[in-house]
């Protein structure tokens, strides 16, 4: 299901995140954490609800993987972004699951 989260989040697999950092409720700093212990092909989906990535970020926690082979967090920054990351391995970690 889609779920509007709060200013920090732990996501897990199949969750479809709504996400607001226009300061609609939430603030404007939000942090999604994803799961610690991933298995191969688990996918969370993340939409850009209040249309203010860029003016106020998200930052998505890598919480011990990598993102797209980086051992760093991800930070969302265009306005309106909606997309999914699938976890592949543990040396890719999180990848989009589309081309972006």
């Known amino acids: 299901g889609y779920y509007t989260i709060p200013g920090a989040y732990t996501a897990v697999n199949g969750d479809q995140l709504l996400i607001n ?8 700093t ?17 939409i850009d609800s209040g249309n203010a990535f860029g003016s106020n ?10 993102i ?6 991800l930070t969302v920054s265009t ?13 890719r970690g999180w990848a989009y699951k589309d081309n972006i």
Do not use: D, K
């Open 30 to 46: 939000v942090t999604v954490t994803l799961p610690a212990s991933p298995a191969v092909g688990n996918e969370v989906t993340f």
């Open 68 to 73: 797209l082979g980086t051992a760093a967090n």
């Open 79 to 91: 306005n309106g972004a909606a997309f999914t990351l699938v976890y592949v391995n543990a040396t």
């Open 57 to 66: 970020n998200l930052t998505i926690n890598r919480n011990g993987q990598p």
């Open 21 to 28: 950092t226009s300061g609609g409720g939430l603030g404007t």
